[in-house]
C-alpha cells in the first residue's frame, strides 16, 4: 500500500531561494519538453487521405519520447551550465512529468480517462519537484536531509508510521510556505477484517456488516441508519472575504508590485478553505470506519453535477475527494468501499422496491403500496446498501419470507459502478483501443 504523509518545512532564506531557482529552471526544462512533442507532431503529421502526389518529404526526427528527452538532457547541460545544479534526478523527473502528461491526454489511465491538453506552465506555476529515491534515514532530529539542499528544518508533526519505507520525496511551495510529502510503501497488504457482505449477513440484523451511505447538498451524508452529516459550506462563509481579496486583486495594476502582494493573502484564504473542507473530509471518513462495516456509496456523476446549477454547492461539499479519502482509509482499515450504480436509488422504495417518483424537493419518502414512511436521503441510503450486496430490493422481500432462493454473484463482479475498486486493483488497461492508438500512431481514438 502507498500512503503519502506530509509535514511543514522551515527552510532558510537561502534554501528558499535555491528551490525558488530550481522551480524556475524546471519550469522552463518542461515548456521546453513539452514544447519538443508538439512541434514533432505538427512536422511529421499528414491527412492519410489527402497526400500530394510529390511532396517533399522533411527530414524524418525520431519521436521525442521519455528516454530520448532524458537522454538529451546532458546537452542542456552543457548549453546552460546553471542547469548543472539541480539534482540529477529531480532533472529527470521534470521530463517524466511531460512524459506523463502527454500520455494522460493521449492515452488515457487505466480505465481510458483520457485528460486535456498539456498547458505551458506560465511564472509561478510549477509549484512542487520531486526526490525519487530518498535514504531511509533521510530525517533526523527536526531535520530533514535532501540532496544538494542540505539539511532542512521540519516540523515534524507526527512520526512515521512502522513497517512503511520511504519511497520519493516531494518539495511542494504553498501560499503559507513550504511542504514536503514522503510517499510510503509498505508491501504487506491489509487483511479484510469482516466477512465480504452478502445477502445472508447483511440481511440478518444480527450480522451486519455493511453500511450504505447517500451524499447530498441537503445534508453532506445520511446513512441507512438514519445519522446525518450537515454540509459545512466552508467555501460560502468565506465567500464574502475571498470576494473583497479578489477585488482588491483586480484593481491593482497587471505585474505591478503591489498586485503581487495583494495575491498573498488571497492565495491563503482560498487555501484555508481547502484546508477546513479537508479536515472535515477525514474526521468524518473516520467516523464512518470506525463502525467497522464495509462502505456501500453512489458511483456519482460529480463532473455532471458540476455543470448544473448546483455547481458552487457541489465543489464546496467535494464529493470527489471525499470518496477519495474513504476509499484509502477504508482499505487501511481492512474494509471495502464499495461503488454502485446510482439510477433510481432514491425513487425506489427500500421496503416493497416498487417505484415511488419524487421530485428533487420531495424530501419525505411515503409508500402508498406498503406504508414506509421513511426521509428520502435515509430511504436511498438503504438501497445503496443493498445494491452493494448484489441483489435488488424485491429479492430481498423474498428472501426474509423463503430464505436465501439464490446464490448471490460476488457483488464486486455484478457492480457497474465499482470503478473505485476496479482502480485500486489495475489489472492493465481495459480499453485496448486507446493503447492501439500508440501502435497505429493515428490520431482518432476510437
Ligand atoms: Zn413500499
Given at each position: 500500500m502507498r500512503i503519502a504523509y506530509q509535514y511543514r518545512l522551515r527552510p532558510t532564506s537561502s534554501q528558499i531561494a535555491l528551490m525558488e531557482q530550481w522551480l524556475e529552471l524546471l519550469r522552463k526544462q518542461y515548456n521546453y519538453r513539452l514544447a519538443e512533442r508538439f512541434t514533432w507532431w505538427e512536422q511529421n503529421r499528414c491527412p492519410i487521405n489527402a497526400c500530394p502526389f510529390i511532396c517533399h518529404l522533411p527530414e524524418l526526427k525520431d519521436r521525442p519520447d521519455f528516454y530520448s528527452q532524458k537522454r538529451d538532457l546532458v546537452n542542456t547541460k552543457a548549453r546552460f551550465p546553471e542547469y548543472q545544479a539541480i539534482h540529477s534526478q529531480v532533472l529527470q523527473n521534470c521530463v517524466e512529468r511531460v512524459h506523463k502528461a502527454f500520455d494522460r491526454w493521449l492515452k488515457g489511465d487505466c480505465n481510458g480517462q483520457r485528460a486535456g491538453k498539456p498547458r505551458f506552465k506560465g511564472v509561478g506555476r510549477y509549484r512542487s519537484l520531486t526526490f525519487p529515491q530518498m535514504k531511509q534515514?533521510?530525517?533526523q532530529g527536526r531535520f530533514i536531509h535532501l540532496p544538494k539542499l542540505g539539511a532542512v528544518k521540519l516540523v515534524q508533526h507526527r512520526p512515521l508510521p512502522e513497517g512503511f519505507v520511504i519511497k520519493t520525496a516531494t518539495l511542494t511551495r504553498k501560499a503559507d510556505g513550504w511542504y514536503v510529502t514522503l510517499s510510503l510503501q509498505d508491501s504487506r497488504v491489509p487483511e479484510l477484517t469482516p466477512e465480504p457482505p452478502t445477502l445472508e449477513n447483511t440481511f440478518a440484523l444480527a450480522a451486519r456488516s455493511a453500511l450504505g451511505i447517500d451524499v447530498g447538498l441537503d445534508s453532506f451524508l445520511v446513512t441507512d441508519e438514519g445519522e446525518s452529516v450537515p454540509v459545512p459550506r466552508y467555501y460560502r462563509k468565506a465567500e464574502l472575504r475571498l470576494k473583497r481579496l479578489q477585488r482588491a486583486l483586480s484593481r491593482k495594476q497587471k505585474r505591478s508590485n503591489r498586485r503581487r502582494k495583494a495575491l498573498k493573502p488571497l492565495a491563503k484564504a482560498h487555501l484555508k478553505v481547502a484546508n477546513q473542507r479537508k479536515d472535515f473530509h477525514y474526521k468524518t471518513v473516520k467516523k464512518l470506519v470506525s463502525k467497522g462495516k464495509h462502505i456501500a456509496y453512489e458511483a456519482l456523476n460529480i463532473k455532471g453535477i458540476a455543470g448544473t446549477r448546483l455547481a458552487k454547492s457541489a465543489y464546496d461539499a467535494g464529493w470527489g475527494q471525499f470518496l477519495q479519502i474513504l476509499a484509502v482509509k477504508a482499505e487501511r482499515a481492512g474494509l471495502r468501499a464499495i461503488a454502485v450504480n446510482p439510477n433510481g436509488t432514491s425513487q425506489?422504495?427500500?421496503?416493497?422496491?416498487?417505484k415511488v417518483p419524487k421530485g428533487l424537493s420531495d424530501r419525505w419518502h411515503s409508500c402508498p403500496h406498503c406504508g414506509l414512511q421513511l426521509s428520502r436521503d435515509q430511504n436511498a441510503a438503504i438501497n445503496i446498501k443493498y445494491r452493494a450486496v448484489g441483489h435488488p430490493v424485491l429479492k430481498a422481500q423474498e428472501m426474509s419470507f423463503t430464505g436465501v432462493t439464490e446464490k448471490p454473484a460476488l457483488f464486486i463482479a455484478t457492480q457497474r459502478g465499482a470503478t473505485a475498486l476496479a482502480a485500486r486493483f489495475p489489472?492493465?488497461?481495459?480499453r485496448r483501443s486507446a493503447l492501439l492508438w500508440h501502435e497505429s500512431g493515428s490520431m482518432s481514438l476510437s
Open positions: 534515514d533521510c530525517i425506489s422504495c427500500a421496503s416493497c422496491g416498487q489489472s492493465g488497461c481495459r
